[in-house]
T-cell receptor, first 113, second 112 residues
Framework: ELKVEQNPLFLSMQEGKNYTIYCNYS?????LYWYRQDPGKSLESLFV?????AVKQEGRLMASLDTKARLSTLHITAAVHDLSATYFC?????????????FGTGTKLQVIP | KAGVTQTPRYLIKTRGQQVTLSCSPI?????VSWYQQTPGQGLQFLFE???????NKGNFPGRFSGRQFSNSRSEMNVSTLELGDSALYLC???????????FGPGTRLTVL
């Protein structure tokens, strides 16, 4: 059974600081997703990482994937208050090409002005 | 393009009743997945449909079922509701298998 672990679960950081969220998963997968969820809202897709060594950046967020280590990171650069949200990684544990996505527990990020 | 829509947005039911939730995917998307989100269990995969066929199913009891219509709209049904079924139910659509998923606003179900 595919397991996805995120750490930390909670992260309080000051504006302007850098930090990294880690996502480890237990079985082979070539597809990993990062999502953002604001309180009371649905999920917003941030990144889709499709191959080993993939790196994607959008604004102050950068995501990378190491399939050999079964590890993805979401790096936050010079955090701003608007980045406060819960961030989820999700791994596609497809068997036979069918989609079955397993989510991590989420990292609740609070950026303090 | 219009986004993923879910109806109703809020529901209150009592134990033992059944409920049907609806999801309309983004136009042209043929894959629809359903997820349950609770504070205790987090986000859990329910099932995925592609071209009217259930392709995958998560670890939920048989009380949870779904279907997809020829226009890709999907419904999920929960019978004999239990208190633990109270959750936010999210629907997501994508245009190819394992491609980016676009989530709807969710249906918040409360079981009393």
């Amino acid at each position: 059974e595919l397991k996805v672990e995120q750490n930390p679960l909670f992260l309080s950081m000051q504006e302007g600081k850098n930090y990294t969220i880690y996502c480890n998963y237990s079985t082979t997968s070539d597809r990993l997703y990062w999502y953002r969820q604001d309180p009371g809202k649905s999920l917003e897709s941030l990144f889709v990482l499709l191959s080993n060594g993939a790196v994607k950046q959008e604004g102050r967020l950068m995501a990378s994937l190491d399939t050999k280590a079964r590890l993805s990171t979401l790096h936050i650069t010079a955090a701003v208050h608007d980045l406060s949200a819960t961030y989820f990684c999700a791994v596609d544990g497809s068997v036979g090409g069918y989609q079955k996505v397993t989510f991590g527990t989420g990292t609740k990020l609070q950026v303090i002005p | 393009k219009a986004g993923v829509t879910q109806t109703p947005r809020y529901l209150i039911k009592t134990r033992g009743q059944q409920v049907t939730l609806s999801c309309s995917p983004i136009s042209g998307h043929r894959s629809v997945s359903w997820y349950q989100q609770t504070p205790g269990q987090g986000l859990q995969f329910l099932f995925e449909y592609f071209s009217e066929t259930q392709r995958n199913k998560g670890n939920f009891p048989g009380r949870f079922s779904g279907r997809q219509f020829s226009n890709s709209r999907s419904e999920m049904n929960v019978s004999t509701l239990e208190l633990g079924d109270s959750a936010l139910y999210l629907c997501a659509s994508s245009d190819q298998l394992a491609d980016t998923q676009y989530f709807g606003p969710g249906t918040r179900l409360t079981v009393l």
